[in-house]
Nanobody, 122 residues
Framework: QVQLVESGGGLVQAGESLRLSCAVS????????TGWFRQAPGKEREFVAG????GQRASKEARFTASRDNAKNTASLQVDDLQPEDTAVYYC???????????????????WGQGVQVTVSA
């Protein structure tokens, strides 16, 4: 069973940076795409950044950067210049595929972390 465990959320002030981590376990293959999503109260879950097993990246904005360490089976999300509107629960997610692509819809992702709260104060 694949498990994703996130860490690194918390309360930050506007303008600060934050790094979230995601540990992936339960499967030996590293051919998975990692996506980062967020969901604010009353809003739909949205894609913010992702990285494929080959290193391709995609992001909602340049201040969101996804990275990964295949040797450690971990993924990270760096968010710079945080703003109050970034307040949300952030999730890492993954799906396995031989194709190194980054899917945007949450429905494509098979495995999800528990989510971590990020709160940005003005």
């Amino acid at each position: 069973q694949v498990q994703l465990v996130e860490s690194g959320g918390g309360l930050v002030q506007a303008g600060e940076s934050l790094r979230l981590s995601c540990a992936v376990s339960g499967r030996t293959s590293t051919k998975y795409t990692t996506g980062w999503f967020r969901q604010a109260p009353g809003k739909e879950r949205e894609f913010v950044a992702g990285i494929s097993w080959s290193g391709q990246r995609a992001s909602k904005e340049a201040r969101f950067t996804a990275s990964r360490d295949n040797a450690k089976n971990t993924a990270s999300l760096q968010v710079d210049d945080l703003q109050p509107e970034d307040t949300a629960v952030y999730y890492c997610a993954a799906y396995y595929s031989d194709y190194a692509m980054i899917a945007l819809p949450p429905s494509r992702y098979e495995y999800w972390g528990q989510g971590v709260q990020v709160t940005v104060s003005a």
